[in-house]
């Protein structure tokens, strides 16, 4: 168990339709990082969160989006989803978000787009 | 740019048997970070070992070993006497010490062991 929580774990939706991921780091972390796992485009990073702040983005899609709150948990929002966006969302947390810091990923999220 | 190469798709062996996981890294930074991660038929990525890139002596821990050489820009994994349980995709990764802190994966070798 690394510590990091996702919920939900699976997720069955419709396209056009909006969900929401949620991701509660490692006590102690204040770094937040979100990925996407499909089987044509492999692990690809989204966001890096540090702190509440945005602090680098990735190969995320415009009707993407996402936010760390106060208490450092995190939410990834998908909107206007399409079939292509079905993979597992994992979120990863590190310490200080540095390159040097391990990130540790959460069981992920599976999204289902029918 | 930096990228990490996995040139092997998939890797069957037989129970007890060693085997290696090739990885290949680019990059053109001098301090970088390289990461071996697990992922079990559950899903899970599971964090196996970081390295920095001015520290190239081998790790050993139990049945793993990792044997990095920047001379070739590989960091490659061996497991020796494999079990069931080493069956997973394994993944080699690169993260930068700058502001592009985001790993940087590899596509992954799935590792399957018969008994």
């Known amino acids: 168990d690394s510590g990091v929580t996702q919920t939900p774990k699976h997720l069955i939706t419709a396209t056009g339709q909006r969900v929401t991921l949620r991701c509660s780091p490692r006590?102690?972390?204040?770094?937040v990082y979100w990925y996407q796992q499909s089987l044509d485009q492999g692990l690809q990073f989204l966001i890096q969160?540090?702190?509440?702040?945005?602090?680098a983005k990735g190969n995320i899609l415009e009707r993407f989006s996402a936010q760390q709150f106060p208490d450092l948990h995190s939410e990834l929002n998908l909107s206007s989803l399409e079939l292509g966006d079905s993979a597992l969302y994992f979120c990863?947390?590190?310490?200080?978000?540095?390159?040097?810091?391990?990130?540790?990923f959460g069981p992920g999220t599976r999204l289902t787009v029918l | 740019a930096q990228k990490v190469t996995q040139a092997q798709t998939e890797i069957s062996v037989v129970e007890k048997e060693d085997v290696t996981l090739d990885c290949v890294y680019e990059?053109?930074?001098?301090?970088?970070?390289l990461f071996w991660y697990k992922q079990p038929p559950s899903g899970e990525l599971v964090f196996l070992i970081r390295?920095?890139?001015?520290?190239?002596q081998n790790e050993i821990s139990g049945r793993y070993s990792w044997n990095f050489q920047k001379s070739t820009s590989s960091f490659n994994f061996t497991i020796t006497a494999s079990q069931v349980v080493d069956s997973a995709v394994y993944f080699c990764?690169?993260?930068?010490?700058?502001?592009?802190?985001?790993?940087?994966f590899g596509s992954g070798t799935q590792l399957t062991v018969l008994p």
């Open positions: 990863a947390s590190s310490a200080q978000g540095r390159g040097a810091d391990t990130q540790y």
């Open positions: 006590s102690g972390d204040l770094s």
């Open positions: 969160y540090y702190n509440g702040e945005e602090r």
């Open positions: 990059t053109r930074d001098t301090t970088y970070y």
């Open positions: 390295r920095n890139s001015f520290d190239e």
């Open positions: 990764a690169l993260t930068l010490s700058g502001s592009a802190r985001q790993l940087t």
